[in-house]
């Protein structure tokens, strides 16, 4: 039974610990279990903190004893992307660099929050070197593996979270994005990802990459879920300079509410182009389901792209100049050149940068004058295998590592919140995602929206096969 229950809702697991079905010990010791059967094939984890799963578990189950009321995540394990601080662990972000850090002294504040709701850490999680990239492939700890075909990429930077959470190993991770690194796993693993509104929830005890672009978020296999970790997380925290002073006001009491009322519309011009029709007829088939027939158009997306990439090139290479210039060849020769490229760049583009951004901003939300929700691909198609350099779009042969945030980078670009949601189309056996895009602030609106996707079976996540 227990190992039954890791391949359903956190919230399920916690309604099985609360009822005494089976004990928060239990469900510990399985989930440490199937990471152990699991992990070789799917390489998410890179540390397991069973010791300290299993005092977390036993004070859960300590407590129930005694009567005391257990938070709404009692007893779910979960796992987090090993940019985020874990008391007694050196915090990797994925670099052979950081191996020889110091252990963190306190927890991220994300990662305490969770606990502080009952939820259980069995470790940390794979991922691209200092989160730059898109692919899932580690040059120093190996790729992450789709837990769907596991000759395929699960995407990138949080390739181990998205692994983890498809692979039946969690129910829920969390993970960094800064250009699409939890929306671009989340479409090729098959899972509910969400990218908060920049400065909602806090980084404090979170490995940087790109300040001004940084969010942290959960993955799930539910939109229950989803919603019930990001309202773990809320709440303000000083720490954090850029974390914007706003109501810590939950969502999952919201999701029953439906999509009635909501005006919703799709985007064309550069989000209906250079994607596999699987891409385009996700959004189709999300776009019919909830009755929206309205078009409109992103103005400056491709250049809001490009402005992205420079930013994060200009800010990554600021940030790791120094190890650039002592231990350049301990870098994955990718992520390095790129970083040396950006430290080279001259500051009069950054400022031309910046100065777009905040026009593309503006002119964003005024189309959240007439709209609610707007709907666009997550990635450009299905995941391409480990490995693969290229892939064929719109009769153009594109590199793989930068285009799977083809259509997510122009939105972080500018802090939106966003949901991705997996459809499966009949006769495929890999996932699609969609985004669900909404004004800042609204987390509740698109979480509505994915909500009742998920309730009318358009979009779903199941834990991957294993034999």
Same mark, same amino acid.
């Given at each position: ?50 010791? +300290? ?13 005694? *009567? ?68 899932? =492939? ?8 789709? $837990? ?117 519309? /799709?985007?064309? *011009?550069?989000?209906? +182009? ?22 409109? =158009? ?16 200009? =800010? ?6 120094? /190890?650039? /210039? ?9 992520? +390095? ?19 777009? +951004? ?18 666009? $691909? ?23 590592? $930068? ?38 602030? /609204? ?13 009318? *079976?358009?979009?779903?996540? $199941? ?5």
């Amino acid at each position: 039974m227990t190992a039954k229950l890791l391949d359903r809702s956190a919230q399920a697991i916690a309604a099985a610990v609360k009822s005494g079905a089976v004990s928060a010990r239990e469900v510990a010791q399985a989930a440490l279990k199937r990471i152990e059967a699991r992990n070789g094939a799917l390489g998410a984890f890179t540390d397991v903190t069973a010791t +300290r799963a299993l005092a977390k578990a036993e004070a859960i189950d300590a407590a129930r004893a005694r *009567g005391m009321n257990l938070g709404p995540l009692a007893g779910a394990p979960f796992a987090v992307k090993n940019l985020f601080d874990i008391e007694g662990l050196a915090t990797r972000a994925g670099a052979k660099i950081n191996r020889d850090r110091g252990p963190a002294t306190t927890d991220a504040t994300a990662v305490a929050r969770l606990e502080a709701a009952g939820a259980v850490l069995v470790g940390a999680l794979n991922m691209g070197e200092f989160a730059y990239d898109f692919t899932g =492939e580690n040059a120093h700890d190996g790729p992450s593996r789709n $837990p769907h075909d596991l000759e395929r990429m699960t995407g990138g930077s949080s390739g181990g979270s998205g692994a983890a959470v498809a692979g039946g190993l969690v129910p829920i991770a969390l993970g960094s994005d800064t250009n699409g690194s939890i929306r671009v796993p989340s479409s090729l693993c098959g899972l509910f990802g969400l990218k908060p509104t920049y400065g909602r929830l806090t980084r404090t005890g979170v490995f940087p990459f790109v300040a001004s672009l940084d969010h942290v978020g959960p993955l799930a296999r539910s939109v229950a879920d989803l919603a019930l970790a990001y309202d773990s997380m809320l709440g303000r925290d000083d720490r954090d300079p850029a974390q914007a002073d706003m109501p810590a006001t939950p969502v999952s009491p919201s999701l029953k509410d439906g999509v009635a009322g909501l005006r919703i519309a /799709r985007l064309g *011009g550069y989000f209906a +182009r250079s994607a596999e029709a699987s891409a385009l007829g996700a959004v189709d088939t999300v776009a019919r389901a909830l009755k929206a027939d309205r078009v409109v =158009e992103l103005a400056g997306a491709e250049a809001a792209r490009s402005a992205a990439y420079l930013i994060s090139m200009v =800010e990554g290479g600021a940030l790791h100049l120094e /190890r650039l /210039r002592t231990h350049g060849s301990d870098f994955d020769p990718d992520v +390095r050149d790129r970083l040396i490229a950006g430290a080279m760049l001259p500051g009069a583009w950054v400022t031309r940068a910046q100065k777009f +951004r905040r026009r593309f901003r503006a002119e964003t939300l005024a189309l959240f004058r007439d709209v609610d929700i707007l709907l666009a $691909p997550a990635t450009p198609g299905r995941a391409p295998k480990i490995g693969q350099r290229t892939f064929v779009l719109d009769g153009h042969e594109m590199l793989v590592r $930068p285009n799977l945030g083809l259509f997510t980078q122009p939105l972080s670009f500018i802090g939106l919140p966003v949901v991705a949601a997996p459809l499966w189309t009949d006769g495929e056996e890999l996932p699609i995602g969609v985004q669900i895009i909404a004004a800042p602030w /609204r987390e509740d609106l698109m979480l509505r929206v994915a909500r009742a996707l998920e309730q009318a *079976g358009v979009v779903r996540a $199941p834990v991957a096969t294993f034999s």
